[in-house]
């Protein structure tokens, strides 16, 4: 289980605003992270959340509202900043021909005390293609190795966007033991994902991001509470139950008959008022089971359907200020 945080604001985001052109797609975003946590930022596709993170990194110059990093301006002191801080690098931003060894020493030379990459190589599986050109590395290798360069210049905060997206399963569970690691070293954590499952087992809170503000800010299970039906309780009844009976009872959110299994959505008080009807009528409910909502169900109750027209009007991103 996620530890909580334990102090002072290590990032800080207030009132962040940030257009490309007409458009704003970051309107008023606010949140702290404290030091020592794993802090995740889930949205749709669109909604804002690598613009927001590459304010964080001073890759991007807010329009307004404040950014901090351990006190410091990403932008006015990118340097300071780029020392405490490891970003998970694009594609682009790695040379076709440098080795995976190649890479590890020149990024460890960027910072003034580095991690050992050997045991970090080792970690991440890296170690036996540490001869190998960049180019002819598979997808979730390139993923690995972004991740060491990420961690190689023992940063204070790591931003990871899309930290597992292309791994196995296999590779997707060693990362996220690896990330629990880090943050167990007192490494702060904000994680941009599209993985429910990665979210709810690593991250302490979660902003949730949609068209460019924040929809909830909340623990995994706090956000869980709030799907609008937590609960989804099912059985096939002895005897016939009339619908419009069940859909009167508090907290129902709907109530569905697939070839004589009933299916309930609603809250725990939902569930006791069926149990209390069903014993009040002699009926028994077979094949019963009561399952808790997922993020995934918070996570769209949330957050709005997404238009084509949400998607449109990017523009090629650049590390590059702008
Ligand atoms: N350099 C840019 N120029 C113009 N528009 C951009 C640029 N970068 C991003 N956008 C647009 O800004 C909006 C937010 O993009 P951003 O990458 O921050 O969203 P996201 O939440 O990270 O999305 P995804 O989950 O798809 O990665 C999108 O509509 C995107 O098309």
Redesign the pocket.
């Known amino acids: 289980m996620p530890s909580q945080a334990s102090s002072a604001p290590i990032i800080e985001v207030s009132g962040l605003t940030k257009a490309?052109g007409e458009r704003t797609?970051v309107d008023g975003v606010s949140f702290e992270v404290g030091e020592g946590e794993i802090f995740g930022i889930l949205?749709p596709?669109?909604?804002?959340?690598?613009?927001t993170v590459e304010c964080v990194e001073g890759l991007r110059v807010p329009d307004s509202g404040r950014v901090r990093v351990a006190g410091l301006d990403p932008v006015a002191d990118h340097d300071r900043v780029t020392e405490l801080l490891g970003s998970q690098l694009q594609e682009s931003e790695l040379q076709a021909k440098i080795t995976v060894r190649e890479a590890l020493e020149l990024y460890s030379s960027f910072y003034r005390t580095p991690a050992d990459w050997r045991p970090l190589a080792e970690r991440l599986g890296l170690t036996d293609r540490l001869g190998a050109r960049f180019a002819k590395l598979s997808g979730g290798q390139k993923q690995r190795l972004f991740i060491a360069l990420a961690l190689v210049g023992n940063p204070r905060v790591v931003v990871l966007d899309e930290l597992t997206t292309g791994l196995d399963p296999r590779a997707r569970r060693d990362t996220w033991e690896l990330i629990e690691e880090v943050r167990a070293g007192g490494v702060t954590v904000l994680l941009?994902t599209?993985f429910m499952e990665e979210a709810q087992r690593l991250c302490d809170r979660i902003a949730v991001?949609d068209k460019g503000r924040i929809a909830a800010l909340d623990s995994p299970e706090g956000l869980i509470g709030r799907a609008a039906n937590p609960s989804v309780m099912s059985f096939v009844p002895s005897a016939p139950l009339d619908p419009a009976e069940l859909a009167a009872l508090p907290g129902v959110g709907s109530v569905g008959d697939k070839r004589g299994r009933i299916e309930i959505t609603g809250t725990d008080e939902t569930v006791n008022a069926v149990i209390t009807l069903l014993v009040r009528r002699g009926i028994t409910a077979g094949q019963l089971h009561v399952v808790d909502a997922t993020l995934d169900d918070a996570f769209l109750d949330l957050t709005e359907e997404r238009t084509p027209a949400?998607?449109d009007?990017?523009?090629?991103?650049s590390a590059a200020t702008?």
């Open positions: 490309y797609v949205g596709n669109g909604a804002g959340k690598t613009t941009v599209h991001i949400d998607e009007g990017r523009e090629t991103a702008a």
